[in-house]
């Protein structure tokens, strides 16, 4: 199947330091990639969906200002989370949708990020 | 508005039978995932169903019906490993994933 990596998976800053994850389509490009958060014991939150070459569709109540993606390739997209505070402290993933005939759209995830702010 | 209801936990025993069940709401339908999820890690792809009925990988089947807005995963010879969370999404009509909240499974000895 498809492999998608994310880079770093883990991490620890301080607040008000910002912080780039880097999430990469292997061995397919990807036209659209998605980012999630998770809290713990809470289901996975689209923050956005990025499409190669235009700007990122952010959800109602995420701030674009505050977490910048980048979708410069088809197989490379980035989230900055900037001025990074205590709260932003959760687990990132990524994703990259592979687009075949019939409309079948499946997703394929990245390992994660572990982003703790002191 | 959107909605997919699972259930929150479920306890079942190594080597039993387990059905974790899933209806969904949406503005319309284009297919439904189950996805396993350990603690700490990113979801893994189970299975895919479209159309009714069912679909049978090894010790995991998945059934759809979408008249009733319902599906189930059912996991058959429970191993300790597949202690997880189960998350149902469903691909709405703009080819966007609506998730469900996941049903953490916990398998006992």
């Known amino acids: 199947g498809a492999v998608v990596s994310q880079h770093p998976s883990r991490v620890i800053c301080k607040s008000g330091t910002s912080v780039k994850i880097e999430c990469r389509s292997l061995?397919?490009?990807?036209?659209?990639m998605f980012w999630y958060r998770q809290f713990p014991k809470q289901s996975l939150m689209l923050m956005a969906t990025?499409?190669?070459?235009?700007?990122?569709?952010?959800e109602q109540g995420v701030e674009k200002d505050k977490f910048l993606i980048n979708h410069a390739s088809l197989t490379l997209s980035t989230l900055t989370v900037t001025s990074a505070h205590p709260e932003d402290s959760s687990f990132y993933i990524c994703s990259a949708r592979v687009e075949a005939s019939g409309g079948y759209n499946e997703q394929f995830f990245g390992p994660g990020t572990r982003l703790t702010v002191l | 508005g959107q909605n997919i209801d699972q259930p929150t936990e479920m306890t079942a025993t190594e080597g039993a039978i387990v059905q974790i069940n899933c209806t969904y709401q949406t503005s319309g339908f284009n297919g439904l995932f189950w996805y396993q999820q350990h603690a700490g890690e990113a979801p893994t792809f189970l299975s895919y169903?479209?159309l009714d009925g069912l679909e049978e990988k090894g010790r995991f089947s998945s059934f759809l019906s979408r008249s009733k807005g319902y599906s189930y995963l059912l996991l058959k010879e429970l191993q300790m490993k597949d202690s997880a969370s189960y998350l149902c999404?469903?691909?709405?009509?703009?080819?966007?994933?609506?998730w469900g909240a996941g049903t953490k499974l916990i398998i006992k000895p």
């Open positions: 169903n479209v």
């Open positions: 990025s499409n190669e070459g235009s700007k990122a569709t952010y």
């Open positions: 061995d397919f490009q990807a036209t659209t």
């Open positions: 999404a469903v691909l709405d009509s703009n080819y966007q994933l609506i």
